[in-house]
């Protein structure tokens, strides 16, 4: 779920019982002054929407097919529908964007990126498939359909240091979104600062294939496939899984369980399918099936493992805070062929 800065200004209980008027209106003047302070730096963190018009050609990176040309690191890109491309020839990224926004924005409709060179770098949120049917929340819009292909030797970056998640497919009031990320050939998506979550919430429907030799590298804290409500089908058909822990593992004293580096198949009332059919997944903290902590209930999780290898330091099923059952299987690494 994503957060939104709520700035409230404090107002002092006793402000209006002076009686001298100079202080009054001095008083006044630096309240407003505040004001006007943090509405500036409110517009400078959530930055400005860009949007995807695609007037000139269909190439990402070219400023000419932008609302304000290629979003900055402070803007935030918008693709409510419409079809980009960055291929061998085309303009490249000029720099990193703040966040992008798939199948956002007002009505939205189907949004696709086909990337299959080069390097496209966002510093903080990533959405692919975001259903709020609008620019804020609470818009009856319906939600739309995004699909983020990587092939040949195409890179996506969350950029480490930034912050925010990756969410495919991301939703609010049970709007049906869809979002998918398709990973073939060398590509990599790197998620380098928070998590990497898909199905967020009830209509969310998030899918993730990898094959040939892509990468998915998660990076820092745990993952959320089927999130609170939503739904996440993961097919690997080749390629590499990595979930790595680049803060140091958090321990549950009640079962000695790593936090950090986690893949959650299903979790907090979402559900999630896993098909490992080949390819490897390394893990540096462990698999949890149907983490149902927080209380939430039809919690579902399923990891069918097909083939190819899988090394994690355990797999447990039916977790709940510190009541979690003890893990089923711990330093494993299964080759299934």
């Not at 007002?106 to 696709?112: D, F, H, L, T």
């Not at 745990?222 to 080749?238: E, K, P, R």
Request: net charge negative; with cysteine; proline share 3%.
């Amino acid at each position: 779920m994503r957060k939104q800065l709520d700035v409230k200004p404090y107002v002092n209980n006793y402000f209006f019982t002076f009686t001298t008027t100079w202080r009054i209106m001095m008083r006044i003047k630096l309240t407003f002054l505040c004001l006007m302070l943090l509405a500036v730096l409110t517009a400078n963190v959530q930055g400005a929407h860009v949007y995807w018009v695609g007037g000139v050609d269909n190439e990402f990176g070219l400023g000419d097919n932008w609302s304000a040309g290629y979003p900055t690191e402070s803007d935030i890109g918008v693709m409510a529908s419409g079809t980009a491309t960055l291929n061998p020839g085309d303009e490249t990224p000029p720099n990193a964007m703040s966040e992008l926004w798939m199948a956002g924005g007002a009505n939205p409709g189907v949004a696709e990126i086909d990337q299959s060179t080069s390097t496209i770098n966002v510093t903080n949120w990533v959405i692919i498939g975001q259903g709020y049917g609008g620019d804020t929340a609470g818009d009856a819009t319906p939600g739309g359909t995004a699909i983020l292909n990587l092939s040949g030797t195409a890179v996506f970056n969350q950029v480490a240091g930034g912050g925010g998640d990756t969410h495919i497919a991301e939703t609010s009031g049970g709007i049906t979104t869809k979002g998918y990320l398709n990973l073939s050939g060398s590509a990599i998506y790197n998620n380098n600062h928070g998590r990497f979550n898909m199905g967020v919430n009830t209509g969310a429907l998030g899918y993730v294939t990898i094959k040939e030799n892509a990468t998915l590298n998660l990076n820092n804290e745990w993952h959320q496939l089927g999130f609170t409500g939503g739904v996440a089908q993961v097919t690997q058909d080749g390629g590499t899984v990595n979930v790595n822990a680049s803060a140091a593992p958090e321990v549950d004293d009640a079962n000695g369980w790593d936090s950090v580096g986690h893949l959650v198949v299903g979790g907090w009332g979402g559900s999630c399918t896993y098909d490992l059919n080949a390819g490897k997944i390394n893990t540096a903290g462990g698999i949890v099936l149907s983490d149902a902590d927080a209380g939430f209930v039809n919690t579902y999780g399923i990891f069918n493992l097909n083939g190819g290898t899988l090394t994690t330091p355990g797999v447990q099923a039916g977790f709940v805070g510190t009541l979690a059952q003890p893990p089923l299987l711990r330093s494993i690494s299964m080759v299934v062929s």
